[in-house]
């Protein structure tokens, strides 16, 4: 800079540049600050707003109530009650250790609970459920919800949810039927049945929760509360209202299902009772039971170890649907269905019982080795010769008539799901040649490559099919012994299809979706049934010797229905387990006779003599199905 001759001050060439160098500095930097001002302010301020109105304003996920379950009658099976429950949030709990630590302490201070306690509850669900809240305790108080608000600070992660709890008003009555709850995993999040569920919520798991779980499952709400600075609420801004689930209208009767279980008197074992005509179920039970209450809140491991042990007896495993058992006497319905059909036998053919069969050194007795001389099929079911069927099943296995009694037990409904709207339901087994010999390969592989001690083999280390098929395993077959596996539905469904005339009915709970308060929404449709073709005169002549057995002396279990009103048609059965166990007990029984309506078939596992147990268990539910007296019911005096 210099001065000119009237002394004016000028710029050097050098100086303009630095101020033009200086002044394009000062116009970057407010030409930023202004962008990002205007960024802020005109482009980020719905989002900052949104932000700043999260920070003041929190949501309350509200828990949609189940819809409730009824009976046939529109009786309450299962319903709601209401619950506040402190959960935690993974993403929102401290990453610090000991931060985590401290939330325990203070959480368990005021839900009275041990920190570590806490802790093992909230790291137990989050190890499971990773992304999931974790349920600390449910129905807590309102002032303790009311002070978790006004200090969240103090509790980071930690939030409240009206929780609708499920009520099971007859506890172990219907247990199996109606199923449990239980938090939805991440394998169930990947199905499509729950499409828009969120992980934690509580989904069926079990029963008809499970099979109409998306019926009876609901539309969650929320309810939108504003907190100060300080975390303390304020006010509720708005509510979305959930939605309640739809109501679920069953075929079950709840009194008979209460006789079913009352005659099961918690002894391990079964019953159903159906509908033979369009298989509408009105009562499926199995004991021991269990109080799904207990599913209703988080559930202990120690009380699921104790429900799924063996010492308990496994009261979680539905015997009606999932028991494997022999069937004793009540299977030679199906003998003389498949005899009778494959032209075996007539309806009077008459075959000489003299006590016992010889086959391959092996001697095949009646029960209590009793002699029934010459008889027909009639009176073959009335006394349940064992010998009269025993002969139809080695005819059957010997004769070129390839797997007579297989292929009509399996037409008949063994050995295959019956298709009820229940889950889990298991197949049962009608043992061939080929199962017996193939498992048998199997056990010689094992027994040369481990080279088990007799003790093991005892056990089972290989197996159980320690010899290939025989005559004999067609022979036990014919009288339901053996390898047979069934269950009491199934063996409900067979009895079904003589009784209708040959419609292989598939047994139903579902009868209806309804809105709140019973209005019908939907029909359950019955599903269509298959129809084998059964001679009018051989189902005749096996209702015949069904009728016998109940009403005529010498009849299996005709002392046992002596005197009773309603007259039934119904067969025993026995069937020995061996190893030392208890034989099982079973009855099936057919009412009104001669145009049978119901299906009722109770079993034991150790209930000895079918006429002994099963069968006064079955009068008992048929007094309450068809509202007559029970009166005493004596036992029979029939060995079968």
């Known amino acids: 800079m210099y001065l000119d001759s009237d002394n004016r001050r000028q710029l050097t060439p050098q100086l303009a540049l630095r101020v033009a160098i200086i002044g394009g500095v000062a116009l970057v930097a407010f030409g930023l600050v202004f962008f990002r001002l205007w960024y802020l302010q005109v482009l980020s301020g719905d989002r900052y707003k949104a932000e700043a109105s999260e920070n003041r304003v929190r949501e309350i996920k509200v828990q949609a109530p189940r819809g409730e379950i009824v009976d046939r009658e529109g009786r309450v099976l299962v319903d709601n009650r209401t619950g506040l429950a402190v959960r935690v949030t993974p993403d929102d709990l401290p990453t610090d250790p000991a931060q985590r630590q401290d939330v325990y302490r203070r959480l368990g201070e005021v839900l009275k609970m041990k920190p570590a306690r806490v802790e093992r509850t909230v790291e137990r669900q989050l190890e499971a459920l990773p992304y999931s809240p974790a349920t600390v305790k449910e129905q807590v108080a309102q002032p303790i919800v009311y002070y978790l608000f006004e200090n969240q600070e103090d509790f980071p992660g930690v939030t409240v949810e009206q929780v609708f709890l499920r009520q099971y008003p007859h506890k172990e009555i219907g247990a199996h039927l109606f199923g449990t709850l239980g938090e939805m995993t991440k394998e169930q999040q990947r199905e499509d049945r729950y499409r828009g569920v969120a992980l934690g919520d509580r989904v069926g798991q079990s029963g008809v929760e499970y099979q109409y779980d998306r019926f009876l499952r609901g539309r969650n709400g929320a309810s939108r509360v504003e907190v100060d600075a300080l975390g303390s609420l304020r006010q509720t801004l708005a509510e979305r209202r959930p939605a309640q689930g739809r109501q679920l209208r069953l075929s079950v009767d709840l009194d008979v299902q209460r006789a079913g279980q009352d005659a099961l008197g918690g002894a391990p074992g079964a019953f159903a009772v159906m509908n ?116 139809l099943g080695l005819e059957a296995n010997s004769s070129g008539n390839g797997l007579l009694i297989q292929d009509w037990a399996k037409r008949l409904g063994l050995g295959r799901p019956t298709g009820i709207d229940l889950p889990s339901e298991a197949p049962g087994l009608v043992p061939t040649p080929s199962y017996r010999n193939d498992g048998y390969a199997e056990y ?197």
């Open 276 to 391: 033979v005509r369009n298989g509408e179920v009105l009562a499926l039970g199995s004991s021991p039971s269990f109080d799904p209450n207990l599913f209703s809140k988080l559930i202990r491991p120690a009380d699921y170890k104790r429900l799924s042990s063996e010492e308990a007896g496994k009261p979680l495993v539905n015997r009606a649907t999932q028991g494997g058992y022999p069937t004793g006497s009540t299977f030679k319905l199906i003998t003389a269905v498949a005899a009778l059909e494959g032209g075996l036998i007539t309806p009077d053919t008459v075959q000489y019982d003299p006590g016992s069969l010889r086959v391959g050194g092996v001697t095949f007795k009646n029960a209590g080795g009793v002699v029934n001389g010459a008889l027909a099929l009639r009176q073959a079911l009335s006394v349940s010769s064992d010998v009269f069927f025993y002969k």
């Open 444 to 640: 010689r592989k094992c027994v040369a490559k481990n080279k088990p001690t007799p003790e093991e083999i005892s056990l089972g280390e290989c197996g159980f099919l320690d010899r290939p098929w025989s005559q004999g395993d067609n022979i036990n077959l014919s009288v339901g012994q053996g390898d047979l596996q069934a269950d009491p539905l199934q063996m409900a469904v067979a009895y079904a299809a003589v009784a209708n005339g040959g419609k292989v009915v598939q047994p139903r709970l579902g009868q209806r979706i309804e809105y709140p308060g019973g209005r019908v929404l939907q029909e359950l449709d019955a599903p269509v049934s298959r129809r084998l073709k059964i001679s009018a005169a051989n189902r005749q002549a096996i209702l015949d010797g069904l009728r016998s057995a109940a009403s005529e002396p010498g009849g299996t279990s005709a002392d046992v229905f002596s005197g009773f009103e309603i007259p039934i048609a119904g067969k025993t059965g026995t069937a020995e387990k061996g190893a030392g166990r208890a034989d099982q007990s079973w009855y099936a029984a057919l009412a009104p006779y001669p145009s049978p309506k119901y299906v009722v078939v109770t079993t034991f596992e150790a209930g000895g003599f079918g006429a002994e147990t099963a069968a006064p268990a079955a009068r008992s539910i048929l007094a309450e199905l068809f509202g007559v007296k029970a009166g005493a019911a004596p036992s029979g005096d029939s060995p079968d």
